[in-house]
């Protein structure tokens, strides 16, 4: 959101497109045990999403695709990947052949002998080579599926981006964001599949973000160190959580606390006086500019 408010004062047409991924094996899991259809779960998640996001101050993308809507685009993506000669059919499974790209791993800088030998991955039988993922998998009559020439089934991960992004940013597009643990495999089979596909680059520039810490300790459900967006904004005021959270570097992890976020609220600048202006961050935007 800070890159995109920037983006619009510095550009006249920005377009932002931000997807929700509405269709994966760990929500089917939860649907099953809630005896519920994939979208009530998907759903009420979004819904929450965008509450939070709006009390945050986050301004709404251009587009907000999710992958249920899109399952004609991704069997059109993966079609060009088997005429291309860089996907193949297996057992029900259509499978991306990472050999056919050689350029496969160039964004996480590792070399393809060092990633078979590390690389915690399932080497089933129908794969041509260990590193080739998923494109298309087939799905059991309790699960959500579509229809497709390779039979009724549902789409991979990686394929879901790809052909999200290519039909509503063009095949070739400017920045790619998303979180650092994402470099290796998704954004990775990203750039394979769709250069691939496509015969052109896939992004000039990659943003990938660190994470956020609680006490030095990463968050997590296991340490009992998790908090929510609501649990946090019953303490702090939005505007303050957003300028913690720009008082480190993008790329770097930043430590939440109580203590940082107080000395946020207090900050070197007076954080009323700011807001009695202009939102801090749109002063921030401003003086990335200057």
């Given at each position: 959101?800070?890159?995109?408010?920037?983006?619009?004062?510095?550009?006249?047409?920005?377009?932002?497109?931000?997807?929700?991924?509405?269709?994966?094996?760990?929500?089917?899991a939860a649907a099953?045990?809630?005896?519920?259809?994939?979208?009530?779960?998907?759903?009420?998640?979004?819904?929450?999403?965008?509450?939070?996001?709006?009390?945050?101050?986050?301004?709404?993308?251009?587009?907000?695709?999710?992958?249920?809507?899109?399952?004609?685009?991704?069997?059109?993506?993966?079609?060009?990947?088997?005429?291309?000669?860089?996907?193949?059919?297996?057992?029900?499974?259509?499978?991306?052949?990472?050999?056919?790209?050689?350029?496969y791993g160039q964004?996480?800088?590792?070399?393809?002998?060092?990633?078979?030998?590390?690389?915690?991955?399932?080497?089933?039988?129908?794969?041509?080579?260990?590193?080739?993922?998923?494109?298309?998998?087939?799905?059991?009559?309790?699960?959500?599926?579509?229809?497709?020439?390779?039979?009724?089934?549902?789409?991979?991960?990686?394929?879901?981006?790809?052909?999200?992004?290519?039909?509503?940013?063009?095949?070739?597009?400017?920045?790619?964001?998303?979180?650092?643990?994402?470099?290796?495999?998704?954004?990775?089979?990203?750039?394979?599949?769709?250069?691939?596909?496509?015969?052109?680059?896939?992004?000039?520039?990659?943003?990938?973000?660190?994470?956020?810490?609680?006490?030095?300790?990463?968050?997590?459900?296991?340490?009992?160190?998790?908090?929510?967006?609501?649990?946090?904004?019953?303490?702090?005021?939005?505007?303050?959580?957003?300028?913690?959270?720009?008082?480190?570097?993008?790329?770097?992890?930043?430590?939440?606390?109580?203590?940082?976020?107080?000395?946020?609220?207090?900050?070197?600048?007076?954080?009323?006086?700011?807001?009695?202006?202009?939102?801090?961050?749109?002063?921030?935007?401003?003086?990335?500019?200057?």
């Amino acid at each position: 959101d800070v890159l995109a408010r920037l983006l619009h004062l510095h550009y006249p047409k920005v377009g932002y497109a931000r997807n929700f991924t509405d269709i994966d094996d760990k929500i089917n899991a939860a649907a099953a045990e809630a005896g519920l259809p994939i979208q009530a779960i998907t759903s009420r998640y979004i819904d929450a999403y965008h509450e939070d996001m709006q009390a945050l101050g986050v301004l709404p993308p251009d587009h907000e695709p999710r992958v249920t809507e899109h399952i004609p685009d991704i069997l059109d993506l993966i079609q060009r990947l088997i005429i291309r000669g860089h996907a193949y059919v297996a057992q029900a499974h259509v499978l991306f052949h990472v050999p056919s790209y050689p350029q496969y791993g160039q964004l996480s800088r590792r070399q393809p002998e060092a990633m078979q030998a590390g690389a915690r991955i399932e080497i089933a039988p129908y794969k041509r080579d260990p590193m080739d993922f998923v494109l298309w998998k087939p799905s059991t009559p309790d699960q959500p599926g579509w229809d497709s020439p390779w039979g009724r089934g549902r789409p991979g991960w990686h394929i879901e981006c790809s052909a999200m992004s290519t039909v509503l940013l063009g095949e070739s597009f400017d920045i790619h964001g998303g979180g650092k643990d994402l470099i290796f495999p998704h954004h990775e089979n990203e750039i394979a599949q769709s250069e691939a596909a496509s015969g052109r680059p896939f992004v000039k520039y990659w943003l990938h973000n660190g994470f956020v810490n609680v006490n030095q300790e990463k968050m997590s459900k296991s340490l009992g160190n998790f908090f929510t967006i609501r649990d946090i904004l019953k303490k702090y005021d939005p505007e303050v959580v957003r300028f913690f959270i720009l008082t480190a570097h993008y790329r770097s992890p930043i430590d939440f606390s109580d203590q940082n976020l107080k000395e946020a609220r207090a900050g070197p600048v007076s954080y009323t006086h700011l807001r009695a202006h202009e939102t801090v961050l749109d002063l921030v935007c401003r003086l990335l500019l200057e």
